[in-house]
Nanobody, 120 residues
Framework: QVQLVESGGGLVQAGGSLRLSCAAS????????MAWYRQAPGKQRELVAG???????NYADSVKGRFTISRDNAKNTVYLQMNSLKPEDTAVYYC??????????????WGQGTQVTVSS
């Protein structure tokens, strides 16, 4: 089975920066797409950014130009660099990894979530 461990959340002032990390561990798998989602109280979970195995990226309009998603395949890790943070970015951030099991079956696995709080 694949397990994800997230880190890097915390408390920052508006205009500050944070870097989230999500490391995948396990055996018998290869990673396809990696993505970051977030969910604020009273709102639905939304896609923030995604990156394919080939390095193609996409972003939500609300974070475009401020956030950057990247991956280190040697470390099985995806990152989210968040700059110029706004109070509206306050949410629990979750990473999601689509992987191929050794059997050939595709599955998604989710991280435990990390809290990002931006003060005004």
């Amino acid at each position: 089975q694949v397990q994800l461990v997230e880190s890097g959340g915390g408390l920052v002032q508006a205009g500050g920066s944070l870097r989230l990390s999500c490391a995948a561990s396990g055996i018998g798998f290869s990673i396809n797409t990696m993505a970051w989602y977030r969910q604020a109280p009273g709102k639905q979970r939304e896609l923030v950014a995604g990156i394919t195995s080939g390095g193609n990226t996409n972003y939500a309009d609300s974070v475009k130009g401020r956030f950057t998603i990247s991956r280190d395949n040697a470390k099985n890790t995806v990152y989210l660099q968040m700059n110029s943070l706004k109070p509206e970015d306050t949410a629990v951030y979750y990473c999601c990894v689509n992987f191929r099991h050794y059997t050939g079956r595709l599955n998604d696995v989710w991280g435990q979530g990390t809290q990002v709080t931006v003060s005004s």
